[in-house]
Each structure stands twice: as C-alpha cells, then as structure tokens.
C-alpha cells in the first residue's frame, strides 16, 4: 500500500503480511533472492546463552546489560548451542475509526484467495504479534514486495531489531502507512513477505493477494 508510482526501498506501499513459521522452507524461498541482494556478513562462531553471561562476567556494566538482554531466560536450561526459533503469532491492521482486522496466519505460508480488502486513502498501521524461542535472533528484519498486474509497485524494508527468547511474545507496530488513492491505485495486488536475521536466515515466509477499493468493505 501507499503510493504505487514504481519507487523502491521506501514505504510506499508495504500491506500487511504474515505467516505461519515453516520448518521446512526451501533455501531457494527463504535465503537469497533478487529482492534481497545484500553483502553477507559472516559472524564468528555461535556459542551459547551460558557461555555469553560467562564471557565477561568480571565487568559488572556488561554483565548487566547481557541480563537485560537476555530478560527471563532460564540459563539452566540454556546449556547448548541451539538455533533461535521465531514465530509470527499474528498480524493486526490498525486503522483510526475502524475496527482492528486481525488475520489469521496460513500454516502453508500462502494464503489461498483475497486476503483483505482496505480503503483507498486510509492510513494505517501493521502490528505482529513475535514470539522467540531458544536463543537470541539478532538483526531481525521485515521486507515485502508488491505487484499489480504482474509489474512490481513497490519494494519496503524495516529493521525491527534484536530480540531474546521469552515466554511472552513481543509486540512490534510498524510505522504509519497510506494506501495509495485514485482510479489507477484500486484494484487487486499481490505480494510477498518475509520476516529475516542478519544471518539471512528465513522465519516466516507469506505469499497473498489484497484489495485496495473505493471504500471499506461492509461488515
């Protein structure tokens, strides 16, 4: 959504996306692609949650901000290596005067048929509802791409940062969005989300379609 005049990298028109977690993502869906050309950066080694509060432990300062980070995490229970689990639990669409929609996120991670419809004009905000599991996800970041009519519309980024695990999940909304208005802006779209580390590694992968129509849908 905002306005679909072709600019890229801006938030122009970045519709709400979501999807269940998939284990078994292909490296072709959830690692590189065109739309997501980056310079890697390789990082060390991983090590542990344990052994991140044990390296430094003399140094008061950093000792506490490793516990701030780290929340409620049970180290006991963190005495291996293990990968960062995320899961998006849900996707909100918050927009003033209206009832918040709150879609249900497909297990298959591409939702069959037109997703939602929004108004043209209409500012809003996506809210996601992360969980975090395991280890500390660091970098995390959301993309998403649109097309109508086969022709891409619109390319957005937004970095939502670095979260540790807990058993609460977190709440991360998104900066205020416009759908784009007028003749040519109405219509159906279609795009692609994906929820990413500075590792590239995929979480959450979302293919969908969507409206953008005169007004709102009746309830």
Partial sequence: MGDTDGKDEKHEAAPPSGSAVRDDASE???YATEDDEETQIHLGPKISIKEHLEKD???ESLRRWKEQLLGSVDVSQAEEVQEPDVKILSLTIISAGRDDIVLQIPESG?????WFTLKEGSKYNLKF???VSNDIVCGLKYTNTVWKTGIKVDSSKEMLGTFSPQAEPYTHVMPEEVTPSGMFARGSYS???KFVDDDNKCYLELNYTFDIQKDWPKS
Avoid: F, V, Y
């Fill in 191 to 193: 795009a692609k989300t």
């Fill in 57 to 59: 432990k003399d140094d």
């Fill in 110 to 114: 591409n939702q069959k048929g037109l």
């Fill in 129 to 131: 509802s992360i969980k």
């Fill in 28 to 30: 072709s869906s959830c």
